[in-house]
């Protein structure tokens, strides 16, 4: 039987708000074969989700919640509106903003976007439409990007007197080089899927983002989930420092691996020519 912990843990998580499909975004955690799989559903069709105060309240608050969910072992990030994976800044809202809340509204988006780069599961953006402006920093911030073909994407910021100001100067270079990176934000130039893959801004150019975000995140649950963990917070963690610190972070980073049963199952599957099954401890 559940302890009462563990069920009250169940029961809030299940009636969580951040699970209301009537949320500008939610949650949905998927079952049988995909258990393990949490889907974030951006919801907000009018403004074709547009980075609202509201939409970025229940992003952080959603956030929160799978940050401490053992349960979710991949991320999925998508959309619900036709058409449309984010569109960047509700810059009607932003237009109503007294000139000193701009600064703190886009601090407020850049470390939200740090946040999903942060979290320690693996975050795949499945891109499908338009992914301008912060929509296409956010989608920047996630660990592996997929996209459909005809998707358009770009930093357009330029093109209305403003810069990328939620990470995008910073991880578009990362992405394709301080040089691209220059080109594609003067010019505030728009590509779609197919370019995209080129550039190395999406992992893949498919027919259907959704299905191969899917197909991926399948290949990750079966592996170590704190190998999987702890392989993102090395390559996170060392991309930003020189090769010596870097390779300092690997070795730390494996020794939190050692001492857990699932690097003990591993070896014990090895041994006995089988799929081992882990629990993540």
């Known amino acids: 039987m559940l302890s009462r912990a563990l069920s009250r ?9 951040t699970t209301n499909p009537k949320n500008e975004i939610f949650i949905e955690r998927l079952s049988g074969k995909d258990q393990g799989i949490t889907l974030i559903q951006m919801n907000r069709a009018p403004q074709k989700n547009a980075l ?6 229940q992003f952080r608050q959603i956030l929160d919640e799978i940050k401490f969910d053992n349960s979710t072992r991949v991320v999925i990030l998508k959309s619900n509106v036709a058409g449309t994976f984010c569109t960047g800044a509700d810059l009607k809202e932003r237009k109503e903003m007294h000139v000193d809340e701009v600064p703190k509204f886009v601090d407020s988006l850049r470390n939200a976007f740090t946040d999903i780069e942060k979290l320690p599961q693996p975050v795949i953006a499945a891109i499908d439409g338009y992914a301008l402006g912060g929509g296409l920093e956010l989608a920047l911030a996630c660990d592996i990007r997929v996209a459909t073909k005809s998707s358009k994407m770009g930093l357009v910021e330029t093109k209305w007197a403003l810069i990328p100001g939620a990470g995008g100067t910073q991880r578009m270079s990362r992405v394709v080089g301080p040089s691209k990176a220059k080109e594609l934000i003067y010019t505030a130039e728009i590509f ?10 999406v992992n893949h150019a498919v027919d259907d983002s ?3 975000s899917l197909e991926i995140a399948r290949k990750i649950i079966p592996r170590g989930p704190v190998a999987v963990k702890m392989a993102k917070l ?3 963690l060392g991309s930003q420092t020189d090769i010596s610190s870097a390779l300092s972070v690997e070795q730390q980073c494996y020794a939190q691996i050692v001492p857990t049963k699932d690097r003990l199952e591993g070896l014990k599957a090895f041994a006995e020519k089988r799929e081992p099954v882990y629990k993540g401890e």
Do not use: H, P, W
């Not at 843990?9 to 708000?17: K, M, P």
């Open 234 to 236: 090395a390559i996170n």
């Open 9 to 17: 843990s169940i029961a809030c998580r299940t009636y969580s708000t």
């Open 192 to 201: 779609d899927g197919q370019q995209a893959e080129k550039l190395g801004v």
């Open 52 to 57: 609202g105060k509201v939409f970025m309240t």
């Open 210 to 212: 959704v299905e191969k």
